[in-house]
């Protein structure tokens, strides 16, 4: 069976999940991370309208591509946000890699993945998001069992992915469901929702399974790997004080007086909405 999706930066409203059901709408696919976030609030929205959710971690278009290190960082913080809005062990995170990935960046790629899943351990998987070259690259080498391939920079549609991005915002029948539902969307198709690692709704009963062959990849023993300081900047980020995603990166004498003025300074200064970038 193929299942019609949309994915969006903005936030579903009751009336708009309802309208996405009568479109014959069965999942949303939304961000983890940045201003246009899933809250716990639009989870319930979503949930009780009888649509699964397909989670995004996306703050930086390349991120992928600087590889382990920024992998287990963005892991920490895609976990913790997941862990905040109660999303069940088994979901799937996926990672976006949203630009014309060069074939230097492929091993990086890899690495990333790799490393976010030893963060997020036994309790969530690691998917990435990306364009055909990324989505090849990974099955082939076996590096990542949920797949989800855009529809940038990709010649066609590969059977290695479980989700697919078919539309943009722009093309004519994304355009029609933005008018319909009163959002702009991207359209995708997934034919097998639990496989692909959705968070399922309540009716469905929660979330799926983990993929067959990733207990070893996901064990805790696993988990233990993760970087020292990926609690501290996930924690740093939380707090308004950075948003970098360059955790190995020096500090200026520019940098760290921002940070500590945003501690220490007068309380409108700890107003930090502007981050450290």
């Known amino acids: 069976m193929t299942y019609q999706g949309v994915d969006t930066a903005a936030a579903i409203t009751a009336a708009q999940a309802e309208k996405l059901t009568a479109e014959g709408v069965s999942f949303v696919g939304r961000y983890l991370a940045g201003r246009w976030a899933l809250t716990s609030e639009e989870v319930s929205v979503?949930?009780?309208a009888g649509l699964a959710i397909l989670l995004?971690?996306?703050l930086d278009a390349e991120a992928m591509g600087r590889g382990a290190t920024q992998g287990a960082y963005d892991a920490a913080r895609a976990k913790s946000a997941a862990e905040a809005l109660g999303v069940p062990s088994g979901t799937c995170i996926y990672f976006a890699c949203d630009y014309n990935i060069p074939d230097r960046d492929l091993?990086?790629?890899?690495?990333?993945i790799k490393s976010a899943q030893t963060v997020l351990g036994a309790k969530y998987s690691a998917g990435?998001?990306?364009p055909?070259?990324?989505v090849e690259f990974l099955h082939d080498r076996g590096s990542c069992a949920r797949l989800w391939q855009c529809v940038a920079w990709s010649a066609y549609f590969s059977e290695d992915a479980g989700v697919w991005q078919y539309q943009w915002q722009g093309s004519p029948d994304a355009v029609a469901m933005a008018e319909k539902i009163g959002a702009a969307?991207?359209?995708?198709?997934?034919?097998d929702l639990a496989a692909a690692g959705l968070w399922m709704p309540e009716a469905a009963g929660g979330a799926s399974?983990?993929?067959a062959g990733t207990e070893e990849a996901t064990g805790d023993s696993q988990a233990e790997a993760a970087p020292w300081y990926a609690e501290a900047m996930a924690w740093a980020e939380a707090q308004g004080l950075i948003r970098d995603g360059r955790p190995n990166d020096y500090v200026t004498r520019a940098e760290l007086a921002t940070v500590l003025f945003r501690i220490f300074g007068p309380e409108d200064s700890k107003d930090h909405s502007g981050l450290l970038d």
């Open 46 to 48: 979503l949930r009780s």
């Open 209 to 211: 399974p983990a993929p």
């Open 56 to 58: 995004c971690w996306e």
């Open 107 to 112: 091993i990086q790629a890899e690495d990333y």
């Open 185 to 191: 969307v991207d359209l995708d198709t997934c034919e």
């Open 132 to 134: 055909l070259k990324l």
């Open 128 to 130: 990435a998001y990306g």
